[in-house]
T-cell receptor, first 117, second 117 residues
Framework: DAKTTQPTSMDCAEGRAANLPCNHS???????VYWYRQIHSQGPQYIIH???NNETNEMASLIITEDRKSSTLILPHATLRDTAVYYC??????????????????FGQGTTLQVKP | GAVVSQHPSRVICKSGTSVKIECRSL??????MFWYRQFPKKSLMLMAT?????????EQGVEKDKFLINHASLTLSTLTVTSAHPEDSSFYIC?????????????FGEGSWLTVV
């Protein structure tokens, strides 16, 4: 799976939008971009994923550049509870028919987002 | 999103004993489950991939005889840490992959804290 590069840490003011960048310049055509976050001492929480189109759900928006080499996760109105480590992961989708590729998630170091009052 | 549950959330065991951690997908069938461990202030490290009805695939450097994984059904996988030592103390996290395409998102459990004394 392609590697990703994220800033180590970011700050955001409460109520403002948090924009978390991710570079994945070696992404291949069948690889998705996934975002997870981990709040201290809990399991990672799924946020959103996309292939090439921008995606939005109740938690966040995902903007993927046209060449797919980078993406941005947007939390539109950050709250103190959004303070967490955010992981951007590129993942191929497993083949159900006997492929050895199980589509596993390999975590990098992520971005520590600190939302401040 | 789908729910993955781990039990126990915290366990303390004596050196030399074995401890079992369960991972259940509560509202979906999981053909594949993954086991991670995480040390303080570090990222998640994939230990093994567990496929229902077959032997687990271990990542390089992970001892399969020490970390026994059983994926007995489409909703249950277990990790047994055998002959535990203090250095096995860690946060263990499981995740499960939905069977349904597309994207087959992976969801994580809450994690299990293991302390070996």
């Amino acid at each position: 799976d392609a590697k990703t590069t994220q800033p180590t840490s970011m700050d955001c003011a409460e109520g403002r939008a948090a924009n978390l960048p991710c570079n994945h310049s070696t992404i291949s055509g069948n690889e998705y971009v996934y975002w997870y976050r981990q709040i201290h001492s809990q399991g990672p929480q799924y946020i959103i994923h996309g292939l090439k189109n921008n995606e939005t759900n109740e938690m966040a928006s995902l903007i993927i550049t046209e060449d797919r080499k980078s993406s941005t996760l947007i939390l539109p109105h950050a709250t103190l509870r959004d303070t967490a480590v955010y992981y951007c992961i590129v993942r191929g989708i497993s083949n159900e028919h006997g492929s050895s590729n199980t589509g596993k998630l390999i975590f990098g170091q992520g971005t520590t987002l600190q939302v401040k009052p | 999103g789908a729910v993955v549950s781990q039990h126990p959330s915290r366990v303390i065991c004596k050196s030399g004993t074995s401890v079992k951690i369960e991972c259940r997908s509560l509202d979906f069938q999981a053909t594949t489950m993954f086991w991670y461990r995480q040390f303080p202030k570090k990222s998640l490290m994939l230990m093994a991939t567990s496929n229902e009805g077959s032997k687990a695939t271990y990542e390089q450097g992970v001892e399969k005889d020490k970390f026994l994984i059983n994926h007995a059904s489409l909703t249950l996988s277990t990790l047994t840490v055998t002959s535990a030592h203090p250095e096995d103390s860690s946060f263990y996290i499981c995740s499960a992959r939905e069977k349904v395409e597309p994207g087959n998102t992976i969801y994580f459990g809450e994690g299990s804290w293991l302390t070996v004394v």
